[in-house]
């Protein structure tokens, strides 16, 4: 068990049950992504090694995943989108970038944002922009998002989208109150099909 448990979030509710079995293969492209997560455990709120490399790529659509940047890490991005409560927002400092910062905690009510954030970052990938998200960590929030991106427009599961993700950037863990957002992510997907029709991208 991977899934990040949230210090706010008691352990009373049933936990969703995410096996990391890293079930899809890698494609070629990507050989060389897991080598820039490197077994480097997070040890702390401070310091967050977990992509010592800088940010890592995940999807082939130029979106990357990262812990907290600095302003020079940011600056070779053209959308940056936040969802961390406690990081710095660069804004101000970098007006050129479509920057957004989402101040999720680990437990906040995600349901909205993930509609949103999911369309922004499929507006600028079509758009082929550089897209970067991050949180703190890289572990649990942002990884959520990339979660519900790739349930959304590569058409997985919340298992697959979690396995896909967890071969890429094996150290994410999303915190169980964000997981159970999920799952409530997949019911609203599968309910309306037909509006994702269009948006289907095939996964290299
Ligand atoms: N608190 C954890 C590290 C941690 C911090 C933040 C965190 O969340 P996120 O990836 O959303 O920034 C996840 C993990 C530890 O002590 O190892």
């Known amino acids: 068990m991977n899934i990040y ?35 480097v455990p997070c040890l702390s709120m401070e310091v967050c090694k977990v992509y010592p490399k800088g940010p890592l ?22 959308v940056v989108i936040n969802v961390a409560e406690e990081t710095q927002d660069l804004q101000t400092q970098v007006p050129s970038i479509e920057y957004y910062h989402y101040r999720w905690e680990h437990d906040s009510d995600i349901g909205t ?34 979660i519900a991106y790739i349930m959304k427009f590569h058409h997985l599961s919340l298992r697959r ?28 997907l599968k309910a309306t099909p037909s509006a994702q029709a269009s948006d289907y991208r095939k996964l290299p």
């Open 57 to 78: 790529l995940v999807l082939p659509e130029r979106i990357y995943l990262f812990s907290e940047p600095t302003v020079g890490e940011i600056l070779p991005f053209d």
């Open 113 to 146: 944002d993930l509609a949103l954030l999911t369309s922004i970052m499929r507006t600028a990938a079509a758009e082929r922009k550089k897209i970067l998200i991050h949180c703190q960590c890289g572990l649990s929030r942002s990884a959520t998002l990339v």
């Open 5 to 39: 448990t949230s210090p706010t979030r008691a352990s009373s509710t049933a936990r969703p049950y995410l096996p990391a079995l890293a079930t899809e293969s890698r494609s070629t492209d990507n050989s060389s992504i897991d080598d820039n997560c490197e077994a």
């Open 161 to 188: 989208a979690y396995d896909l993700l967890k071969s890429r950037a094996d150290k994410i863990s999303p915190a169980m109150g964000l997981v159970f957002q999920l799952m409530e992510w997949e019911a609203a």
